[in-house]
């Protein structure tokens, strides 16, 4: 269980194939399901921090505009999917067992300082991995004590990129799948960290990515990953 896992199965925003993104049935359900470790993506809300992928409300909610923009009352009004509320981070720590891992990445402005100041209030017991595509929210992230592993998201392969990434001391980078190349993750193991996929849901392409040396993957149906993980 948790990143240390010989090949890691993390849930995408839970179990997003299988169940509304980013909410707690997903992330029961991915538990079960036996991912070592979910995924979920954080917003500041009211100063508060909320789980919830998309900058707007229209996509997965009944609500409409910028998430950012509404109080805490006004986003828990809406049905996120199947009934459910949008959770705050420590919902979703309180449903999962201690032995999962999160991985929470920094979607908003200010996600960085704020969630380290949650957890030197309220430290879970799970194996934590914070991760960002901004440079930026991972660096105030670090600067404000936050005390949990990072990991730069990489969407478009940039060297330099990289290299600040590994001067900032990521344990793992997250690699968009298109970007997976036997090559690059190579490359990138070689440099002394581990390499995550993004986002696979096809088993076939898991065992291609396992058998190149990446270290995991994040996935939308982790019942189809981890049939794949029994068979080798
Ligand atoms: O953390 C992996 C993946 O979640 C990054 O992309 O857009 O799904 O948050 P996105
Ligand atoms: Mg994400």
Aim: with cysteine.
């Amino acid at each position: 269980m948790g990143f240390d896992a010989e090949f890691v199965i993390i849930g995408h925003r839970g179990a997003a194939g299988l169940a509304p993104e980013n909410t707690l049935p997903a992330f029961r359900l991915a538990e079960r399901l036996g991912v070592d470790a979910v995924e979920l993506d954080i917003r500041l809300v009211d100063g508060r921090l909320a789980v919830f992928h998309d900058s707007t409300l229209e996509r997965t909610t009944n609500g409409t505009g910028a998430i950012e923009d509404k109080s805490w009352d006004e986003i828990q009004a809406l049905d996120a999917g199947g009934g459910e509320r949008i959770p705050e981070i420590s919902q979703v720590f309180d449903v999962l067992d201690g032995a999962t891992g999160v991985n929470i990445e920094l979607k908003g402005k200010g996600t960085g300082a704020a969630l380290a100041e949650s957890l030197m209030s309220n430290r879970p017991s799970h194996p934590l991995l914070v991760s960002s595509f901004s440079i930026t929210e991972l660096e105030t992230f670090q600067r404000s004590s936050g005390s949990a592993p990072i990991a730069v998201l990489i969407a478009k392969f940039d060297e330099r990129h990289v290299h600040r990434a590994i001067e900032l001391g990521a344990w793992s980078l997250h690699l968009h799948d298109r970007l997976a190349t036997p090559e690059r993750v190579a490359h990138l193991a070689d440099c002394g960290v581990r390499v995550f996929i993004y986002t696979v849901n096809n088993p076939m392409r898991l065992r291609e990515l396992r058998t190149i040396g990446a270290h995991g993957v994040f996935t939308d149906v982790p019942d189809r990953c981890r049939d794949e993980q029994r068979k080798s």
